[in-house]
Structures are given as structure tokens and as C-alpha cells.
């Protein structure tokens, strides 16, 4: 690392020491959760059934994050499913994020023609893709990729990455490694 001195002579800078990274070019396929659950369809009505969509009727949107229920901040399409699935038909309280602001709203989930509990909305929690590792470094066990943001297909709204342990994809062996990245 270089820079000039007051004089404007080449100096060393003091602070500098070398430092070793591996360079890469090796595959790697990677998993990502969202932080929520992303909103990718609202259907017109409960399945098999002439009820509205009890997301029409919460003004739930597509693009909309759900965040949290009834307090409880979601992870994952399952948790939101078996919240759905273990409520009795009770409304819940909702929080979500719309085009970066909060909205609350309440959700009353209605059975369909199967006696099974809906709410009218197809919901994404993660992305998975490919990439290419561009150096590894020993000393702090860090490394870069190249990449860019992941957009939902249907959509084509920015996923909104969580920061969790995400698993790491061997892309030669097809196994997830034992190791994560943050």
C-alpha cells in the first residue's frame, strides 16, 4: 500500500503487511433464506371454495414481506404454514414490509372444500444458485465470490437476504458442507 507524503515522495505506508488469499474459479452453490417470508401470488378465493381470499381481505399484496405474527418474528414458509395450520380460524395479527415501510394488518385464515385451513397467497423463503469462489483467505477463513442480487421469478422484486448461517453447496459432490458462511 502506497501513498504520498506532504512533500509528494512515494512513502511506504507504515501500516502495511502482506498478506496471502488463495485465488479461487471453483463452483459453489449457496442457499439463502430470506429475512420473512416473501408474497409471490394472492389467489381470488379459499381453495375449492366461493370465500375470498382471506389475503384480499387483510389487503395483503404481492411483494409484500411478511415479518412477523402475532409477535412472532418467521423464518421460513413451514413456520408460517403451522401458525396457519394451529390458529382455530383466529385472526392474526400482521406484520409486513411494504416497498420498505411497516404495515400492520390482521389475517383471519377460512377452511376450504378439504376442511383445511388457507389464506389465499403463495409465500417464497429462500433462493438457492450457483457462483464462483474468487479467493480464500486461511488466516481469517473468509472468502469472496462474485455475485449479484436474486430476484424472484415472478415477481422480479429484490429477495431481501437474511444474514444467518447459510450452508454452502458443494457443487463437485452435490453435498452441503459441514461449514457455513455469514
Known amino acids: 500500500f ?8 512515494l512513502a511506504i ?7 496471502t488469499v488463495l485465488l479461487g474459479g471453483e463452483a459453489f452453490g449457496i442457499k439463502m433464506f430470506s429475512d420473512g417470508v416473501l408474497v409471490v401470488e ?3 378465493s379459499v381453495n375449492g371454495s366461493e370465500l375470498p381470499s382471506p389475503a384480499i381481505e387483510a389487503d395483503i399484496k404481492i411483494n409484500d414481506i411478511i415479518k412477523s405474527v402475532n409477535g412472532i418474528s418467521i423464518k421460513s414458509n413451514e413456520q408460517f404454514t403451522e ?3 394451529t390458529c382455530n380460524k383466529e385472526e392474526l395479527s ?6 420498505g415501510n411497516t404495515v400492520f394488518t390482521t389475517l383471519t385464515p377460512q377452511y376450504d372444500s378439504k376442511n383445511i385451513l388457507r389464506v389465499g397467497m403463495w409465500i417464497k423463503d429462500s433462493a438457492a444458485g450457483i ?14 465470490a462474485l455475485g449479484h442480487g436474486i430476484y424472484e421469478n415472478q415477481t422480479g422484486l429484490l429477495i431481501p437476504l437474511s444474514y444467518y448461517q ?3 453447496f458443494n457443487y463437485h459432490s452435490n453435498t452441503f458442507e459441514n461449514h457455513y458462511s455469514n
Not at 505506508?13 to 498478506?19: G, L, P, S, V
Not at 457462483?131 to 477463513?141: A, H, K, M, R, V
Open 13 to 19: 505506508n507504515e501500516n502495511y503487511h502482506e498478506k
Open 131 to 144: 457462483g464462483t469462489i474468487t479467493y480464500y483467505d486461511p488466516e481469517n477463513e473468509s472468502f469472496g
Open 166 to 168: 447459510t450452508p454452502l
Open 42 to 44: 394472492i389467489e381470488d
Open 83 to 85: 401458525i396457519i395450520r
Open 94 to 99: 400482521i406484520a409486513l414490509e411494504r416497498n
Open 2 to 9: 502506497l501513498s504520498y507524503n506532504n512533500e509528494t515522495k
